[in-house]
């Protein structure tokens, strides 16, 4: 019976042109985040191009005439790594060029004018740096700061290309935090550097080859001082302040144990490194005691007399609610304020408006980062209001003279789109990537909706849905069910060339893909409320979301579907493998799931474990054995796809080990794939193409009646 439906159902798909795939998906163009000139005239973006035929991605530089929506080349190429506008004009530039003549490793610093590309090398630098921020000083001189690694003895750059290979390869040590996402941590720690260009005769700049290590001297008692914060912090953890004396910068705290605890706190140190970095919401401070937790976002004010940064109160809660702060800053001397204190919103960036007195703030709410607007002093009760709306993800955004802001966003339907808005203008779209892009070529906002819910525990649920082209509502499709990571990250209607739903639903199906229990943005309780509770009533939405389209989505045939999941969603898979909604899907996929939560201490983020589990393994057994997967093996049937790669240091490789090594011995049909070069994300295009390709034919042929195929491998 169940054969015949699936035959039935592959013809009617027949004929529907899969326009967009998986080569083109992966291969189209990914821009970057506009960087805006200063006058607010020209915004410049790079371009990585893949070439299926010599596997090959190429960066151009493009440039974005703001006035007219124009798009043209820009006039240099990708020996620019990146840079910065600073110098006499509007057009002024400070770019590194990612070699060095003369210091094998190195960098080098050139001067330029974006539009007249006639650059002038100004320094050489001893280390692969990066992350360059510049301010011109009243002198005419440059002040900059980048990162490198730095020697953990004595804190001077560390260049790998120069440095002594020991010739034994052990690593020994004494303190957690052995390894973290997919490398081993070694003696070296990411710092800021400062470095100074001085006016010299004729208008040039000399430098003096002189870079400064801005954390040394740092009383780390415990865990020694790191900006930005491997391996996920970025040049989002330091700002230089507009008129160069001073850096802040955030780092752990110093007296905690780094593997079992977020906090952090942000520094500010003077530019040249006359003086030690004091952290200006450590202990002692005139931050409020309540606010332990990471610090993030330090934003100088356009005088330099203000500190802008966000602060989570929980000390080891990497998903507590981030809370806005300003600090006065004279000298080393600061006095923190809260900023709307009790709104129910975590900020991840932050801009100050020209005048000094608002701020544009980056924060999430449905599953969509917007842009809000408040002013810098706002009291407890103030409600911040968003002025870019639900339609896409605001990747980044600068801001323009006229106090209106250059988006750089992106949805499911477009890679990247740049628009222009302000609290009172309206969205004025200058570029999207669907409409240049023959690889996106049909994309559109149609293509997304979203429905709420009843959830397991009566709160509304909202649920994303992607359709595929020519989607017909009088037909039925088969069902991609789809749930997040994280378990404390959104999937909204977002672009991503790792889980891209958009591209799921053009294989022929219906994608779901609800923001369950613990999803952000939805209020900080409805996030808290996953703590010691994997498996309770997230699965209960996911229940009631099965219920629910039952009843009420008819284009969807609810007896051919398939679920699947990375992550804290490779957990679920898991999870409703050994429970009785497993058995409603034709087969599961799982990338880099938990199967063994008592064995949850083989990860490196202790800190995460312990605040979701809410304890240690040793007082809290009883919540770990709650929601584990592996106590549920015995009702193992659904046929099921494990990917695990070997990288993978958050949920190491053993837990896909384990479990195929158990779904084979109980005879359920499965497949293990893994790639011994990937971590927790498959990151290389071809790995990428590889891993598509092998999923598709799986859940293909368990709802469209594909042959499944032996050995999809790329060789070209
Ligand atoms: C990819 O590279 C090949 C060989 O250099 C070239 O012929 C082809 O035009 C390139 N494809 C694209 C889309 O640029
Ligand atoms: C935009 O580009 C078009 C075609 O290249 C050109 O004709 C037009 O003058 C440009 N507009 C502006 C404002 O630069
Ligand atoms: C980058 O530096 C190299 C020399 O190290 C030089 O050949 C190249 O032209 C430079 N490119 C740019 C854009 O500065
Ligand atoms: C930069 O552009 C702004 C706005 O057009 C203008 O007021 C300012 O004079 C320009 N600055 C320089 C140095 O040219
Ligand atoms: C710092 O230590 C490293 C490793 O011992 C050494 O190679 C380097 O020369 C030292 N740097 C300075 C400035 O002393
Ligand atoms: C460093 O910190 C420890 C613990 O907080 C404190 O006891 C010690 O006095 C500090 N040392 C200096 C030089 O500030
Ligand atoms: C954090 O780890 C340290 C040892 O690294 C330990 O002494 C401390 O009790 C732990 N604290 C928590 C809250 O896990
Ligand atoms: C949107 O997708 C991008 C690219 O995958 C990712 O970096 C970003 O974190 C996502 N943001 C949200 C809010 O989902
Ligand atoms: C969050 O829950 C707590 C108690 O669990 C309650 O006191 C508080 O009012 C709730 N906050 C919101 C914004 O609903
Ligand atoms: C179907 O939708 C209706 C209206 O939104 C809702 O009341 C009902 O609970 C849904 N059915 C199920 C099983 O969730
Ligand atoms: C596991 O399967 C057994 C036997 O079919 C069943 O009694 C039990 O309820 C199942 N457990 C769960 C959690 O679904
Ligand atoms: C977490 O543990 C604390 C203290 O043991 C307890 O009061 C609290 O209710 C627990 N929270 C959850 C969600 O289990």
Not at 33 to 48: C, D, M, R, W
Not at 260 to 268: D, E, L, P, Q, W
Not at 374 to 396: C, H, I, N
């Amino acid at each position: 019976m169940a054969v015949m439906k699936v035959i039935a159902l592959t013809s009617a798909l027949i004929g529907v042109a899969v326009a967009y795939d998986i080569e083109g998906m992966l291969g189209a163009p990914r821009r970057s985040a506009a960087i805006v000139n200063p006058s607010g005239e020209l915004a410049f973006f790079s371009s990585t191009k893949y070439n299926w035929t010599t596997h090959k991605a190429s960066t151009t530089w493009h440039v974005l005439d703001i006035a007219s929506g124009n798009v043209s080349k820009a006039a240099f190429d990708s020996g620019v790594s990146e840079f910065v506008f600073v110098g006499p004009t509007n057009t002024s530039i400070l770019y590194i060029n990612g070699t060095n003549e003369e210091i094998p490793g190195g960098v080098t610093l050139y001067t330029a004018d974006v539009l007249d590309f006639k650059p002038k090398l100004v320094a050489s630098l001893d280390a692969p740096y990066s992350g360059l921020k510049a301010t011109q000083t009243e002198d005419g001189g440059i002040n900059f700061i980048a990162w490198s690694l730095a020697y953990g003895n004595n804190g001077s750059a560390y260049n790998p290309e120069l440095a002594t290979i020991p010739l034994s390869s052990g690593q020994l040590y004494d303190n957690n935090f052995v390894r973290h996402w997919n490398i081993y941590i070694a003696q070296e720690r990411q710092a800021v550097f400062s470095g100074r260009l001085s006016p010299a005769y004729g208008g040039a700049l000399s430098f003096d080859g002189k870079t400064k290590n801005l954390l040394l001297g740092i009383n780390a008692t415990v865990t020694r001082p790191e900006s930005p914060v491997a391996v996920m912090g970025d040049s989002g953890d330091y700002d230089i302040s507009p008129n160069g004396k001073t850096v802040a910068f955030l780092s752990k705290a110093p007296e905690l144990p780094k593997a079992n605890y977020t906090a952090s706190y942000i520094y500010v140190v003077p530019h040249d490194g006359s003086e030690i970095a004091v952290a200006i919401n450590g202990p002692g401070s005139t931050a409020p005691e309540a606010a332990k937790g990471a610090s993030a976002a330090p934003k100088w004010s356009p005088d330099s007399t203000k500190l802008a940064y966000a602060q989570q109160d929980g000390i080891f809660y990497e998903s507590d609610r981030f809370k806005l702060y300003v600090a006065a800053i004279d000298g080393l001397e600061a006095e923190v304020t809260p900023v709307a204190e009790y709104w129910d919103s975590s900020p991840s960036s932050i801009s100050w408006n020209r005048d000094g007195e608002t701020l544009y703030v980056g924060s999430e709410l449905h599953a969509a980062v917007r842009v809000w607007s408040l002013p810098a002093d706002a009291d407890a009760d103030y409600k911040p209001k968003d002025f870019t709306g639900p339609e896409s993800v605001v990747a980044d955004f600068a801001v323009l003279p006229d106090n209106s802001i250059l988006v750089s966003a992106a949805a499911s339907w477009t890679s990247r789109i740049y628009y222009t808005i302000s609290p009172s203008t309206e969205k004025k779209v200058l570029f999207s990537a669907n409409e240049v892009d023959p690889e996106l070529k049909g994309l559109s906002p149609k293509d997304v909706s979203n429905f709420w819910y009843p959830g397991g525990d009566g709160d509304m649920i909202q649920c994303f849905v992607y359709y595929p082209s020519n989607f017909d509502a009088s037909k039925k499709y088969p069902w991609v069910f789809n749930v997040h990571g994280g378990p404390q990250s959104a999937q909204g209607d977002n672009w991503s060339t790792r889980w891209n739903l958009r591209l799921w639903a053009e294989q022929g199906f219906i994608v779901t893909s609800p923001q369950f229990t613990g999803t952000p943005s939805y209020s900080q309780n409805f996030t808290d409320k996953i703590q010691a509770n994997w498996g309770g009533t997230p699965y209960e939405d996911l229940v009631k979301l099965f219920e629910y389209v039952e009843e009420n989505i008819s284009y969807i045939d609810t007896t051919n579907a398939v679920a699947v999941g990375a992550s804290y969603g490779g957990f679920m898979m898991n999870w409703i493998q050994g429970h009785a909604l497993g058995r409603k899907f034709k087969a599961l996929v799982s990338h880099d799931g938990k199967l063994n939560q008592v064995g949850s201490y083989g990860t490196e983020e202790l800190w995460f474990i312990q605040q979701d589990q809410n304890g240690t393994i040793w007082n809290n057994r009883a919540n770990y054995e709650r929601w584990d997967p592996l106590k549920y093996a015995a009702n193992f049937s659904t046929p099921q796809f494990v990917i695990h790669n070997d990288l993978d240091y958050r949920l190491p490789i053993a837990e896909g080990i384990m479990l195929f090594n158990i779904l084979q011995s109980l005879g359920v049909p499965s497949r293990f794939l893994h790639f011994p070069d990937e971590g927790h994300w498959v990151v290389n295009r071809i790995n990428s193409l590889m891993w598509h390709q092998n999923i598709f034919n799986w859940v293909k042929h368990y709802t469209q009646g594909e042959a499944l195929l032996q050995d999809i491998v790329i060789t070209q």
